[in-house]
Protein backbone atom coordinates (compact mmCIF):
# COMPACT_ATOMS: atom_id res chain seq x y z
CA UNK A 1 0.00 0.00 0.00
CA UNK A 2 0.72 3.53 -0.38
CA UNK A 3 3.35 4.86 2.42
CA UNK A 4 3.87 8.21 3.62
CA UNK A 5 7.21 9.12 5.57
CA UNK A 6 7.25 12.37 7.93
CA UNK A 7 10.52 12.97 9.60
CA UNK A 8 11.37 14.09 12.09
CA UNK A 9 9.10 12.15 14.28
CA UNK A 10 10.00 14.50 17.22
CA UNK A 11 11.77 17.61 17.50
CA UNK A 12 12.60 20.26 20.32
CA UNK A 13 13.98 23.78 19.36
CA UNK A 14 14.30 26.69 20.78
CA UNK A 15 12.52 30.20 20.34
CA UNK A 16 13.22 32.02 17.56
CA UNK A 17 14.50 29.09 15.68
CA UNK A 18 13.58 27.42 12.22
CA UNK A 19 12.45 23.68 11.90
CA UNK A 20 12.04 22.16 8.71
CA UNK A 21 9.50 18.46 8.50
CA UNK A 22 9.86 16.34 5.67
CA UNK A 23 6.71 14.47 3.99
CA UNK A 24 7.70 11.98 1.72
CA UNK A 25 5.22 9.12 -0.65
CA UNK A 26 7.69 6.34 -1.07
CA UNK A 27 6.16 4.48 -3.53
CA UNK A 28 3.67 6.52 -5.31
CA UNK A 29 3.78 10.30 -7.08
CA UNK A 30 1.93 12.89 -5.23
CA UNK A 31 0.98 15.60 -6.68
CA UNK A 32 -1.01 17.05 -3.88
CA UNK A 33 0.50 16.70 -0.46
CA UNK A 34 -2.00 18.18 2.46
CA UNK A 35 -0.59 19.83 5.74
CA UNK A 36 -2.30 19.07 9.13
CA UNK A 37 -1.48 20.69 12.80
CA UNK A 38 -3.43 18.75 15.83
CA UNK A 39 -3.91 20.07 19.04
CA UNK A 40 -4.41 17.87 21.65
CA UNK A 41 -7.53 16.46 21.72
CA UNK A 42 -8.56 18.21 19.09
CA UNK A 43 -9.01 17.14 15.23
CA UNK A 44 -6.74 17.65 12.48
CA UNK A 45 -6.95 21.16 10.65
CA UNK A 46 -6.01 22.12 7.64
CA UNK A 47 -3.27 24.39 7.45
CA UNK A 48 -2.39 24.50 3.79
CA UNK A 49 -2.29 22.41 0.12
CA UNK A 50 0.83 21.75 -1.03
CA UNK A 51 0.71 21.55 -5.09
CA UNK A 52 3.89 20.41 -7.18
CA UNK A 53 5.76 23.31 -8.90
CA UNK A 54 3.52 25.82 -7.50
CA UNK A 55 2.78 28.01 -4.75
CA UNK A 56 0.98 26.47 -1.54
CA UNK A 57 -2.22 27.57 -0.91
CA UNK A 58 -3.21 28.48 2.90
CA UNK A 59 -5.90 28.24 4.40
CA UNK A 60 -7.75 31.28 6.59
CA UNK A 61 -5.45 32.11 9.41
CA UNK A 62 -2.57 29.99 8.37
CA UNK A 63 0.48 32.61 8.28
CA UNK A 64 2.37 31.81 5.05
CA UNK A 65 4.98 33.85 5.75
CA UNK A 66 5.36 31.37 9.03
CA UNK A 67 4.91 27.84 7.84
CA UNK A 68 6.86 27.60 4.54
CA UNK A 69 5.88 25.11 2.26
CA UNK A 70 7.93 23.57 -0.93
CA UNK A 71 6.87 21.09 -2.55
CA UNK A 72 9.82 20.78 -5.66
CA UNK A 73 9.15 17.42 -6.41
CA UNK A 74 6.36 14.70 -6.77
CA UNK A 75 7.63 12.70 -3.88
CA UNK A 76 8.75 15.31 -1.03
CA UNK A 77 6.67 18.44 0.65
CA UNK A 78 8.74 20.14 3.06
CA UNK A 79 7.18 22.34 6.07
CA UNK A 80 9.07 24.92 7.57
CA UNK A 81 8.28 26.85 10.72
CA UNK A 82 10.16 30.09 10.70
CA UNK A 83 11.25 32.11 13.87
CA UNK A 84 9.08 29.11 16.56
CA UNK A 85 7.33 30.11 19.30
CA UNK A 86 6.02 28.61 22.45
CA UNK A 87 2.55 29.05 20.14
CA UNK A 88 3.56 26.79 17.57
CA UNK A 89 4.30 23.79 19.63
CA UNK A 90 1.60 21.41 18.28
CA UNK A 91 1.48 17.81 16.07
CA UNK A 92 1.95 18.69 12.20
CA UNK A 93 0.89 15.86 10.03
CA UNK A 94 1.32 15.34 6.36
CA UNK A 95 -0.66 13.36 3.75
CA UNK A 96 -0.66 12.81 -0.03
CA UNK A 97 -3.16 11.12 -2.74
CA UNK A 98 -2.27 8.53 -4.35
CA UNK A 99 -3.04 9.27 -8.53
CA UNK A 100 -6.63 8.00 -8.94
CA UNK A 101 -9.87 9.86 -8.30
CA UNK A 102 -11.23 8.15 -5.26
CA UNK A 103 -7.90 6.89 -3.79
CA UNK A 104 -7.82 7.67 -0.16
CA UNK A 105 -5.02 10.30 1.84
CA UNK A 106 -2.27 8.92 3.19
CA UNK A 107 -0.97 10.54 6.17
CA UNK A 108 2.42 10.48 7.38
CA UNK A 109 2.91 9.62 11.31
CA UNK A 110 3.39 12.95 12.21
CA UNK A 111 5.64 15.14 13.99
CA UNK A 112 5.75 16.41 17.76
CA UNK A 113 7.01 19.98 17.49
CA UNK A 114 8.40 21.63 21.36
CA UNK A 115 9.73 25.13 21.23
CA UNK A 116 10.84 25.85 24.08
CA UNK B 1 -19.16 23.58 2.88
CA UNK B 2 -19.34 20.13 4.18
CA UNK B 3 -19.51 19.35 8.41
CA UNK B 4 -19.22 15.88 10.46
CA UNK B 5 -19.89 14.94 13.78
CA UNK B 6 -19.00 12.41 15.99
CA UNK B 7 -21.27 13.49 18.55
CA UNK B 8 -19.18 11.09 20.72
CA UNK B 9 -15.93 11.90 22.69
CA UNK B 10 -15.41 8.34 24.11
CA UNK B 11 -16.69 5.10 23.78
CA UNK B 12 -16.17 2.26 25.84
CA UNK B 13 -16.69 -1.18 25.34
CA UNK B 14 -15.70 -4.51 26.61
CA UNK B 15 -13.40 -6.78 24.86
CA UNK B 16 -15.32 -8.99 22.85
CA UNK B 17 -18.63 -6.89 22.36
CA UNK B 18 -19.45 -5.40 19.24
CA UNK B 19 -19.22 -2.03 19.03
CA UNK B 20 -20.24 1.12 17.39
CA UNK B 21 -18.67 4.63 16.83
CA UNK B 22 -21.07 7.16 15.39
CA UNK B 23 -20.77 10.00 12.64
CA UNK B 24 -23.27 12.17 10.40
CA UNK B 25 -22.43 14.15 7.78
CA UNK B 26 -23.72 17.17 6.26
CA UNK B 27 -22.62 17.87 2.35
CA UNK B 28 -24.13 18.83 -0.96
CA UNK B 29 -24.67 16.58 -3.17
CA UNK B 30 -23.38 13.05 -2.72
CA UNK B 31 -20.44 12.23 -0.45
CA UNK B 32 -17.24 10.41 0.24
CA UNK B 33 -16.55 9.10 3.47
CA UNK B 34 -14.11 7.78 5.03
CA UNK B 35 -13.09 6.54 8.28
CA UNK B 36 -9.55 6.47 10.11
CA UNK B 37 -7.54 5.19 13.17
CA UNK B 38 -4.72 7.32 15.25
CA UNK B 39 -2.82 5.95 17.70
CA UNK B 40 -0.99 7.84 20.29
CA UNK B 41 1.34 9.93 18.68
CA UNK B 42 1.26 8.39 15.15
CA UNK B 43 -0.35 9.51 12.32
CA UNK B 44 -3.80 8.49 10.59
CA UNK B 45 -3.94 5.23 9.16
CA UNK B 46 -6.86 4.60 6.47
CA UNK B 47 -9.74 1.87 7.80
CA UNK B 48 -12.46 2.05 5.16
CA UNK B 49 -13.94 4.53 2.49
CA UNK B 50 -17.65 4.80 0.86
CA UNK B 51 -17.45 6.16 -2.72
CA UNK B 52 -20.61 4.63 -4.06
CA UNK B 53 -22.32 1.17 -4.46
CA UNK B 54 -23.38 -1.06 -1.39
CA UNK B 55 -24.06 0.69 1.25
CA UNK B 56 -22.35 -1.20 3.91
CA UNK B 57 -18.83 -0.90 3.51
CA UNK B 58 -15.93 -3.86 4.93
CA UNK B 59 -12.82 -2.31 5.89
CA UNK B 60 -9.53 -3.09 7.22
CA UNK B 61 -8.72 -5.01 10.91
CA UNK B 62 -12.59 -6.63 11.01
CA UNK B 63 -14.48 -2.81 10.99
CA UNK B 64 -17.44 -1.83 8.43
CA UNK B 65 -19.41 1.06 8.17
CA UNK B 66 -22.40 1.62 7.04
CA UNK B 67 -23.53 4.19 4.69
CA UNK B 68 -27.32 5.60 5.32
CA UNK B 69 -28.04 8.30 2.90
CA UNK B 70 -31.74 8.99 4.60
CA UNK B 71 -30.02 9.77 8.09
CA UNK B 72 -26.70 11.08 6.41
CA UNK B 73 -25.03 8.97 8.82
CA UNK B 74 -21.58 6.72 8.07
CA UNK B 75 -21.29 4.70 11.34
CA UNK B 76 -18.20 2.60 11.80
CA UNK B 77 -18.69 -0.81 13.15
CA UNK B 78 -16.79 -3.90 14.65
CA UNK B 79 -18.73 -7.28 15.32
CA UNK B 80 -15.94 -8.67 18.43
CA UNK B 81 -14.00 -5.30 19.61
CA UNK B 82 -10.39 -6.46 20.59
CA UNK B 83 -8.33 -4.35 23.16
CA UNK B 84 -6.02 -3.32 20.60
CA UNK B 85 -8.64 -1.67 18.80
CA UNK B 86 -8.36 1.36 21.52
CA UNK B 87 -7.57 4.46 19.90
CA UNK B 88 -8.92 7.55 18.08
CA UNK B 89 -11.04 7.87 15.38
CA UNK B 90 -12.12 10.46 12.55
CA UNK B 91 -15.11 10.27 10.11
CA UNK B 92 -14.07 12.60 7.23
CA UNK B 93 -15.86 13.79 4.52
CA UNK B 94 -14.95 15.58 0.57
CA UNK B 95 -16.73 16.66 -2.06
CA UNK B 96 -17.51 14.92 -4.80
CA UNK B 97 -17.60 17.87 -7.44
CA UNK B 98 -13.70 18.41 -9.18
CA UNK B 99 -11.84 21.43 -8.61
CA UNK B 100 -9.51 23.35 -6.42
CA UNK B 101 -10.11 21.86 -3.18
CA UNK B 102 -11.94 18.62 -3.92
CA UNK B 103 -9.83 16.15 -2.53
CA UNK B 104 -9.45 18.22 0.66
CA UNK B 105 -10.97 16.30 4.00
CA UNK B 106 -13.36 17.78 6.41
CA UNK B 107 -12.51 15.33 9.48
CA UNK B 108 -15.00 15.45 13.00
CA UNK B 109 -13.44 15.70 16.23
CA UNK B 110 -12.34 12.30 16.81
CA UNK B 111 -14.30 9.84 18.97
CA UNK B 112 -11.43 7.89 21.49
CA UNK B 113 -12.58 3.92 21.57
CA UNK B 114 -11.27 2.12 25.32
CA UNK B 115 -12.18 -1.44 25.16
CA UNK B 116 -12.35 -2.75 28.33
CA UNK B 117 -10.62 -5.92 29.02
Known amino acids: GAVVSQHPSRVICKSGTSVKIECRSL??????MFWYRQFPKQSLMLMAT?????????EQGVEKDKFLINHASLTLSTLTVTSAHPEDSSFYIC????????????FGNGTRLTVT | AQSVAQPEDQVNVAEGNPLTVKCTYS??????LFWYVQYPNRGLQFLLK??????LVKGSYGFEAEFNKSQTSFHLKKPSALVSDSALYFC???????????????FGKGTKLSVIP
Open chain 2, 50 to 55: YITGDN
Open chain 1, 95 to 106: SARATGGNSPLH
Open chain 2, 92 to 106: AVRPTAPGAGSYQLT
Open chain 1, 50 to 58: SNEGSKATY
Open chain 2, 27 to 32: VSGNPY
Open chain 1, 27 to 32: DFQATT
